[in-house]
C-alpha cells in the first residue's frame, strides 16, 4: 500500500470513529437543529526533487606513492649500517657504508691509466708533427706518416676508453657511502654487517615516499554495473572519473582530514575461455 492509500484509510476510520461516537457520547437535545461538526485537518506534503549524494563505502588499502629500491652499485663488503630501519628519513641522509678500500685502489688504478693514455696522446701528436714536414724532403715514406696519423687516433681513443674507466671507478667509489634518494620511510635492513652484497642480487632497503599517498580500492562489479546503468538512465549524474572525491574512514571511526582524488582507475578482464562468455572486469580506484 503506497503512503497515499494508506493516509486516505486513516482519514476515512478517523471520521466514520467520530460519527459513531456522536450519538453514543451525547445525551439527546430538544432542539431540532442539527449539530455542526468540525472541519478534520488533512496535512498537505509538497513533492519536490533534490540532489541526494552517492557515497559508497569500499574497503582500500593504503600504499605508498613511490617506493625506492636502495641497492648496491658495486660488489663490495657491507661494513655498517648508519641509519636503522623503520624510521623516517629524508633525501641525502646517509644510511650504508660499503667497504671503500677496494673502490679506492680501482679508482687510483683508473687515475693511473688515464695519466698513461693522456701522455700517450701527447707522444704521438708530437710525432706526427716531426713527421709530415719529412715527407715533402722525402726524409720519410708515407707509411711512416699514416702509421704516425693511426698512433695519434689510437692514444685518442684509449684516452677516452681511461677516461670512461674513470669516471666509473669514481662512481663506485662515491656510492661506497649509500645515501636516501628520497624522503620517506625507510624500511628494515635485508642484509647484515660484514656480508659480502652483489649489485646484481642484493638489496638493501626499500624506501617508501608517504607524501602523498595511495588508498587502492577493489570495487565490486554488481555496483559498477548499477551505477553504469543508473547514469545512462540519467537517474543520477556523474562528475567524470577524474573529478571523483574520497574520504578515508579508519577503524575506530575517525575520518582523515584531508580528501582523496581519484587518480588511477585500473580495469583488469578476467576471461574464461568458453565460447559466448563474457569476462568479469573488476576495477580498482585508486586515490591519493
Not at 455542526?36 to 588499502?61: L, M, N, W
Not at 588508498?215 to 548499477?226: A, D, G, N, Q, W
Amino acid at each position: 500500500m503506497t503512503s497515499k492509500t494508506r493516509s486516505l484509510a486513516v482519514l476515512v476510520i478517523f471520521l466514520a470513529g467520530w460519527a459513531a461516537a456522536g450519538p453514543l457520547g451525547c445525551k439527546p437535545v430538544a432542539s431540532s437543529a442539527p449539530l455542526a461538526r468540525p472541519i478534520p485537518e488533512v496535512q498537505v506534503i509538497t513533492v519536490a526533487t533534490q540532489t541526494v549524494p552517492d557515497e559508497p563505502e569500499f574497503i582500500g588499502k593504503t600504499e605508498s606513492s613511490r617506493p625506492r629500491r636502495d641497492p648496491v652499485t658495486g660488489d663490495g663488503d657491507h661494513q655498517r649500517t648508519i641509519l636503522p630501519g623503520g624510521r623516517d628519513v629524508k633525501k641525502g641522509d646517509s644510511l650504508y657504508l660499503i667497504e671503500q678500500v677496494p673502490f679506492y685502489a680501482a679508482l687510483v688504478s683508473a687515475k693511473a691509466r688515464a695519466a698513461q693514455a693522456e701522455t700517450r696522446l701527447v707522444q704521438a701528436k708530437q710525432d706526427l708533427v716531426r713527421v709530415k714536414p719529412l715527407l715533402a724532403e722525402q726524409g720519410v715514406s708515407q707509411k711512416d706518416v699514416d702509421d704516425a696519423i693511426a698512433e695519434r687516433l689510437a692514444a685518442q681513443a684509449a684516452l677516452e676508453a681511461a677516461k670512461g674507466d674513470l669516471i666509473k671507478a669514481q662512481f663506485d667509489f662515491d656510492n661506497t657511502l649509500i645515501t636516501a634518494p628520497i624522503d620517506g620511510l625507510i624500511e628494515r635492513t635485508k642484509v647484515y654487517e660484514g656480508r659480502l652484497v652483489s649489485a646484481q642480487t642484493d638489496l638493501l632497503t626499500v624506501i617508501h615516499q608517504l607524501d602523498p599517498m595511495y588508498v587502492t580500492v577493489s570495487v565490486p562489479e554488481s555496483v559498477l554495473l548499477k551505477e553504469r546503468r543508473e547514469i545512462e538512465a540519467k537517474k543520477i549524474q556523474h562528475p567524470g572519473l577524474l573529478e571523483l572525491r574520497g574520504i578515508i574512514t579508519f577503524q575506530d571511526g575517525t575520518t582523515y582530514q584531508h580528501e582523496g582524488v581519484l587518480d588511477l582507475l585500473d580495469v583488469e578482464m578476467q576471461a574464461k575461455l568458453e565460447p559466448g562468455r563474457y569476462g568479469s572486469p573488476s576495477q580498482i580506484l585508486t586515490g591519493c
